[in-house]
């Protein structure tokens, strides 16, 4: 599967819209679809080079099999509009956090999950329990990384 986003490329930087630094919305996504038998998706977006291990920024999951797109500033909210439900981030809310690195430029994975299943977990599940619930239900993933830096 492939991830893109109109914001920024592979490997690129993200806009300061997209951060802490900024308005703090979720960026653009968009996704090649999964196969067939795709009951529906799941996002995780994490930092890697945080200071105390892989800081989670958003967990999205039960987004139907029938979308490849989200626009930019999904609300923060338990439950999207197309049906989606949003879990823990490690800000410790419901909802994308955008790129906030303390120092240093960081890269931030954005990771895309065709499920065979739909997981009936409610929202605000953690990252971890996303996890553990896909565990033998991944059909395909993507990825895309962006980078960050704060001006100052």
């Known amino acids: 599967m492939e991830i893109k986003s109109s914001a920024f490329k592979e490997g690129s930087a ?3 819209k997209y951060t802490c630094d900024n308005l703090d919305f979720s960026p653009p996504l968009a996704w090649s679809k999964g196969p067939d038998v795709t009951k529906t998706y799941a996002i995780i977006c994490d930092d890697p080079d945080a200071p105390r291990g892989t800081w989670v920024h958003w967990v999205l999951y039960n987004i139907p ?3 490849s797109d989200l626009p930019e500033n999904q609300p923060k909210s338990e439950s999207l509009p197309n049906g989606a439900h949003q879990g823990m981030t490690d800000f410790g809310s419901i909802g994308y956090g955008g790129p906030c690195p ?3 430029t960081h890269r931030y994975y954005f990771k895309i999950y065709a499920l065979d299943f739909i997981p009936d977990h409610k929202p605000g599940i953690t990252k971890k329990e996303l996890l553990k619930a896909m565990e033998k239900h991944i059909l395909e993933e993507g990825l895309l990384m962006g980078r960050y830096k704060r001006s100052s």
């Open 65 to 67: 099999a029938t979308i």
């Open 102 to 104: 303390p120092g240093g």
């Open 14 to 16: 993200i806009p300061a």
